[in-house]
């Protein structure tokens, strides 16, 4: 059943149909222009004097409707703007083309600029008469600021890019062509940017990387891993190979897509030499260290076995002068002192190596010397050998021992004649010529023997001067020659230099300081004096090795001396206390607790009228020994025994009293410490 509405009802109804039957289209369309406040839209009449405003209009220039109805449009202008026409021409536009779309600066009622966006619209009849403008004005202020702060990051970023000259950045298409070049990839390359934008990178390899396919490798494995780093040799415009630390960044969309690489190239060609030349200063500090050890050991070695020597030596003599006169016997004593005698050798060598031989440095002729053993070394080599000699007209004479420079020279001939088994030429020459790295430069002479022979590679050559390092075979040598002539030369001053290539033989220069224009003449050496001369002594010998102290003071028992026998600094001064007839007193100098030099530094203040003799294997002695001490070279023989005792003691006249020599010298060809 059907019930009537009620009367407020049926009053209702009525009431909203009729307001909404009163809005026509064009009451609708002002309602939604009206209510827009992001946009300012707003009519203009055809000569631009507003007749509507919306909303936004007013939210954007500050005009209330009463305030702007009825003005022109332009006073939204700049007033460099209206200067120069664009309002009116604007209208033109629009008018003439059917519409004007701009962005620029406008201004508010309060003087204060935005930057808009600015539509107008021309408003015709039917009949296209012109009857107004419609203009649609946006606020872009805040995205004009976010474009220009963008702008601006961009050219900050793009000026930093362009500003950096110790890297080369630029950018690469996905399949490698140059898009951008900045100042660092000008200098570092060579190329300006318009010889290269559009090029492939590959041409900055070399033509072996080229060819192996290394510049794509280095992209596919940059696009796989998003990055790519290696060092290798570029090419540079003019052709110059250097080398260079590269990166290579994949740049992607942000959905993943990849758009190109960016690639920094940085010139590490100083870095490299300088890493070069840091890596080689170490391996020379560690050849220097390993020679060095060795030397320390070798001394110790050749120290060491000096001694048993020394008893080997002297228990021969005395036994050569007990043993029966048969001849088997004496043969094989005879064996047994010469092998003692080679052994004697090998450990001097060893001594030069570690530098710890006795040298006798003099001034020495070089000419005169090489001629004065000219015989001597062309026995030494076979007849398939030929040997030359070039020396200039003038030679300075070289600070050195002329004994151990023979040896050394022998050596090396020596060493040049086994290294050409089919024969060959053989050179001995001097100059005087400059050692760069040394001081005094212009004061060196260099002594060179140069074979046609093998020649060394230069692993072998490295190795040339280690003690015992021989290419010769078992039993052909001992490889001390030219360690032996390596220690010959520093402990003179100089220096060893080996100059060889594998086929293309060997130079060995012996390089020696130039002796001093007016050498002294060196101290006259007296003659050997008989032991009988100085009549039998009461003689302290002090070694801390028993073996070295038993023999020593049987050789001087077997001269007729009475001997006390020390092991030790301390035991001596006891039984120097003890028993004030010691005539003469023989001591070791490296000795545990108290060496020899200080033993005797305390027995020349207890009792300085006490002649001393120092027994060493060593050249070197601490500096400060007394003048006149009589130094004995270990190992030493009976003969040189009684020779130093002679040296040191007075000489004992008829009768009771004695007649001291000048003041004592040292063993010949010895030298103080």
Known sequence: ???????????????????????????????????????????????????????????????????????????????????????????????????????????????????AYVIIDPIRTASGRLIGFAKITRDL?????????????????????????????YMLSTSGEISSWNSGAERIKGYKSDEVLGTHFSRFYTAADQAAGEPARALALAAKDGRFENEGQRVRKDGTVFYANIVIDALRSPDGTLIGFAK???????????????????????????????????????????????VIKGSLELLHKRISQDPRAMHLLENAQQGASRGIALTRRMLAFARRQELKLGSVDIPALVAGMAELLTRSLDSTVELELRFPLKLAAVLTDPNQLELALLNLVVNARDAMPLGGKIVIAAKQAQLMDAPLAAHYVCLSVTDSGEGMDAQTLARAVEPFFTTKGVGKGTGLGLPMVHGMAQQSGGRLVLKSEKGQGTTAEIWLPCAPAVAAAPPAVSESIPAASIGARVVMVVDDDTLVLNSAAAM?????????????????????????????????????????????????????????????????????????????????????????????VPIREDGDGYSRRQTPEIAEGDEQA
């Open 556 to 648: 001087l028992e077997d001269l007729g001396h009475r001997v006390f026998e020390a092991t030790s600094g301390q035991q001596a001064l006891s039984l120097l206390a003890q028993h004030p007839e010691v005539d003469v007193l023989i001591t070791d100098h490296a000795m545990p607790n108290m060496t020899g030099a200080e033993l005797v530094a305390t027995v020349q203040k207890i009792s300085p009228s006490l002649p001393i003799v120092l027994a060493s294997g060593y050249a070197e002695l601490p500096l400060g020994l007394a003048t006149g001490l009589t130094k004995l070279p270990k190992p030493f023989t009976q003969h040189e025994l009684a020779n130093a005792i002679s040296r040191a």
């Open 141 to 169: 202020t805040e995205r004009r600021a976010a474009e220009e702060s963008l702008r601006a990051s961009q050219e900050q970023f793009r000026l930093l890019v362009q500003g950096v000259t110790d890297y080369a950045i």
């Open 264 to 310: 920094i190239t940085r010139d590490i060609t100083g870095q490299r030499e300088s890493r070069k030349a840091l890596d080689e200063a170490r391996e020379t500090l560690f050849q220097a260290q390993k020679m060095d050890a060795i030397g320390q050991l070798t001394g110790g070695v050749a120290h060491d076995f000096n001694n048993l020597l020394m």
């Open 1 to 115: 059943m059907n019930v009537a509405p009620t009367a407020e009802k049926r009053a209702e109804k009525p009431t909203q149909s009729r307001y909404e039957a009163s809005l026509s289209a064009e009451g609708r369309y002002r309602l939604l222009v009206e209510g827009i406040s992001d946009y300012a839209i707003y009519l203009l009449s055809p000569r631009g004097t507003v007749t509507s405003w919306n909303k936004g209009a007013e939210l954007f220039k500050g005009y209330s409707a009463a305030e702007i109805i009825g003005r022109n449009f332009s006073e939204f202008y700049t007033p460099e703007d209206r200067a120069a026409g664009l309002p009116a021409r604007a209208l033109e536009v629009a008018a003439r083309d059917g519409k004007f779309e701009n962005e620029g600066w406008r201004v508010r009622k309060d003087g204060g600029r935005f930057w």
